[in-house]
Nanobody, 128 residues
Framework: QLQLVESGGGLVQPGGSLRVSCVVS????????IGWFRQAPGKELEGVSC????????AYVDSVKGRFTISRDNAKNTVYLQMNSLKPEDTAVYYC?????????????????????WGQGTQVTVSS
């Protein structure tokens, strides 16, 4: 059974950086595209970024372009989300999720419904 575990969340000041990780177990990361999602209190789940399983293509929601970078290390079964220039509006629980078929393209909205296996989330709080 595929399992995903996020880590690396925490409290950071505005303008700071944080890297969250998603470790995949129960299967090989090579088989999956991975998405990062976030949910702030009172708001809907939002697709933030994703990285494809084959060619490593990436996609980002407009609000994080130029600040966030997604990457994957298949040898470590881990996907990272490097978050720079953090803003208070980035505060949310961040989740990673896996899809066996999704292709990440800059023109497509990253939809939760396209991802089947989810982690438990890690809290990111941006505050002074």
């Amino acid at each position: 059974q595929l399992q995903l575990v996020e880590s690396g969340g925490g409290l950071v000041q505005p303008g700071g950086s944080l890297r969250v990780s998603c470790v995949v177990s129960g299967s090989t990361l090579n088989y999956y595209s991975i998405g990062w999602f976030r949910q702030a209190p009172g708001k809907e789940l939002e697709g933030v970024s994703c990285i494809s399983k084959n060619d490593g293509s990436t996609a980002y929601v407009d609000s994080v372009k130029g600040r966030f970078t997604i990457s994957r290390d298949n040898a470590k079964n881990t996907v990272y989300l490097q978050m720079n220039s953090l803003k208070p509006e980035d505060t949310a629980v961040y989740y990673c999720a896996a899809s066996g078929y999704y292709y990440c393209s800059g023109s497509r909205r990253i939809r939760p419904i396209d991802f089947g296996s989810w982690g438990q989330g890690t809290q990111v709080t941006v505050s002074s």
